[in-house]
């Protein structure tokens, strides 16, 4: 079975950056797709970015865009969300997620189509 435990979240001031980490144990998958997903009080999920296997490119909203990027140590099993010159409308509960699929790229952030999730971790950023 898999699990996935995201860590590193905190509070950092506005312009500040922080990196968060995702573990993933029980993670056997060819194909898959990876993401990292927000949620913000009283609003819905958003897939801030998502990477899969057999491509290069990352897939980020247009709000983390030039911001965030996601790196990974597949021999660890572990995923890593960069984030730089964070705003506080970038607080949010961050939680990774994996699918056991390749999703089209029109769908890659879509949270409905991830199958496994762990605990999210809080990030709060001051103004």
């Known amino acids: 079975d898999v699990q996935l435990q995201a860590s590193g979240g905190g509070l950092v001031q506005a312009g500040g950056s922080l990196r968060l980490s995702c573990a993933a144990s029980g993670f056997t998958f060819d194909q898959y797709t990876i993401g990292w997903f927000r949620q913000a009080p009283g609003k819905e999920r958003e897939g801030v970015l998502s990477i899969r296997s057999r491509d290069p490119n990352t897939y980020s909203a247009a709000s983390v865009k030039g911001r965030f990027t996601i790196t990974s140590d597949r021999s660890k099993n572990m995923w890593y969300l960069q984030m730089n010159s964070l705003m506080p409308e970038d607080s949010a509960v961050y939680s990774c997620?994996?699918?056991?699929?390749?999703?089209?790229?029109?769908?890659?952030?879509?949270?409905?189509?991830?199958?496994?999730w762990g605990p999210g971790t809080q990030v709060t950023v001051s103004s």
């Open positions: 997620a994996v699918s056991p699929r390749r999703w089209i790229t029109g769908r890659i952030r879509d949270p409905t189509l991830f199958e496994y």
